[in-house]
């Protein structure tokens, strides 16, 4: 009876002890793997429109005596219909000047107004203009430290509140990434436009996306508000190690990670990114934005902490959309 019982049993087991040993290797590798989440962030900007105008503002003429008035801003007045409307034919005629000019303001503001609901000539200066929202990401050999210390001396530095001190900083990052060409193993990233009434909650969504997979912001300068923390995960840089086989657990730092958001006026895109060239254009596109158009910007990257690791694992888990280049 005990025979047949330990039979009926046994194969019951087997499953029960590979959930066991299973369980048990996903548990034991969970500090391993949460050890790689410091990340740095620059950013600012916000998503008001620029002061900047497209058109000067219509500016008044004096009537040369014995002439006729042009209309009012130049370039798009009909000073030969003058004549049929009777300029001297005092209060008619006056009324008659006063109606033709009250028309043509109406309609170029008419043309003005669908060529900015249009999207391209004008989309920049149009109340509601199409915004495009841009994310691209690049996964490097952690060989690459001189990137991270460039990124570090970044976001020590600088000037995230004026509109020409984000542009500039965007230029250096993506300097910084074309420069270290030899490090590169994956990218991808795409384009998403909107209007501007909803291209804030895009931009955020994505900037929190990107910051989530950080346990911790061990370096910040978000409107030149610089912060740094030290990471509970960071490997002593000086001095002896507490526990030496930290450094067999942690294993080699194997990547880094470099994210630029950027959300500018009009409609522009990366392309697609399927090879070495196509990053090196999007990472031109991304450093030529100007700093009338670009309006908000993120920088993120991890590891940002000295001894902080990002292995293939944790690449594979939160960055599964980069392709290979």
Same mark, same amino acid.
């Given at each position: 009876?005990?025979?047949?019982?330990?039979?009926?049993?046994?194969?019951?087991?087997?499953?029960?002890?590979?959930?066991?040993?299973?369980?048990?290797?996903?548990? #034991?590798?969970?500090?391993? &793997?949460?050890?790689?989440?410091?990340?740095?962030?620059?950013?600012?900007?916000?998503?008001?429109?620029? #002061?900047?105008?497209?058109?000067?503002?219509?500016?008044?003429?004096?009537?040369?005596?014995?002439?006729?008035?042009?209309?009012?801003?130049?370039?798009?007045?009909?000073?030969?219909?003058?004549?049929?409307?009777?300029?001297?034919?005092?209060?008619?005629?006056?009324?008659?000047?006063?109606?033709?000019?009250?028309?043509?303001?109406?309609?170029?503001?008419?043309?003005?107004?669908?060529? #900015?609901?249009?999207?391209?000539?004008?989309?920049?200066?149009?109340?509601?203009?199409?915004?495009?929202?841009?994310?691209?990401?690049?996964?490097?050999?952690?060989?690459?430290?001189? !990137?991270?210390?460039? !990124?570090?001396?970044?976001?020590?530095?600088?000037?995230?509140?004026?509109?020409?001190?984000?542009?500039?900083?965007?230029?250096?990052?993506?300097?910084?990434?074309?420069?270290?060409?030899?490090?590169?193993?994956?990218?991808?990233?795409?384009?998403?436009?909107?209007?501007?009434?909803?291209?804030?909650?895009?931009?955020?969504?994505?900037?929190?996306?990107?910051? *989530?997979?950080? #346990?911790?912001?061990?370096?910040?300068?978000?409107?030149?508000?610089?912060?740094?923390?030290? *990471?509970?995960?960071?490997?002593?840089?000086?001095?002896?190690?507490?526990?030496?086989?930290?450094?067999?657990?942690?294993?080699?730092?194997?990547?880094?990670?470099?994210?630029?958001?950027?959300?500018?006026?009009?409609?522009?895109?990366?392309?697609?990114?399927?090879?070495?060239?196509?990053?090196?254009? &999007? !990472?031109?596109?991304?450093?030529?934005?100007?700093?009338?158009? !670009?309006? &908000?910007?993120?920088?993120?990257?991890?590891?940002?902490?000295?001894?902080?690791?990002?292995?293939?694992?944790?690449?594979?888990?939160?960055?599964?959309?980069?392709?290979?280049?």
């Amino acid at each position: 009876m005990r025979k047949k019982l330990q039979s009926a049993i046994r194969p019951l087991l087997k499953p029960f002890l590979v959930v066991f040993l299973v369980l048990t290797l996903v548990f #034991s590798q969970a500090p391993g &793997a949460l050890a790689a989440r410091s990340g740095g962030r620059i950013g600012g900007g916000s998503f008001r429109m620029p #002061s900047s105008r497209p058109y000067s503002s219509p500016r008044t003429y004096a009537p040369p005596r014995g002439g006729y008035a042009p209309y009012p801003g130049g370039g798009f007045g009909f000073p030969f219909l003058f004549p049929f409307w009777g300029i001297g034919g005092g209060f008619g005629g006056l009324f008659g000047i006063l109606i033709f000019f009250a028309l043509a303001n109406f309609l170029v503001n008419t043309f003005r107004r669908v060529a #900015s609901d249009g999207g391209e000539e004008f989309s920049g200066y149009s109340s509601n203009p199409t915004i495009s929202v841009t994310r691209l990401q690049v996964g490097l050999l952690a060989q690459a430290r001189e !990137l991270q210390t460039e !990124l570090n001396r970044l976001a020590e530095t600088a000037d995230t509140e004026s509109s020409e001190g984000r542009a500039q900083v965007l230029q250096e990052a993506s300097l910084a990434l074309m420069r270290h060409p030899e490090y590169w193993v994956y990218a991808g990233g795409g384009t998403k436009q909107a209007r501007l009434n909803s291209a804030e909650s895009e931009f955020n969504r994505l900037s929190l996306a990107e910051r *989530s997979k950080f #346990s911790e912001e061990t370096l910040t300068n978000v409107n030149s508000q610089l912060k740094a923390a030290i *990471s509970n995960n960071a490997l002593p840089s000086t001095g002896e190690l507490d526990n030496p086989t930290d450094l067999i657990n942690q294993g080699p730092g194997e990547y880094i990670v470099v994210t630029l958001l950027a959300a500018t006026l009009g409609k522009t895109e990366i392309p697609d990114i399927n090879s070495s060239d196509d990053l090196r254009q &999007a !990472l031109s596109q991304f450093g030529g934005i100007p700093s009338d158009k !670009l309006l &908000a910007f993120e920088i993120l990257w991890t590891p940002q902490a000295e001894g902080d690791t990002l292995t293939s694992d944790d690449l594979l888990a939160e960055y599964s959309d980069l392709k290979l280049v």
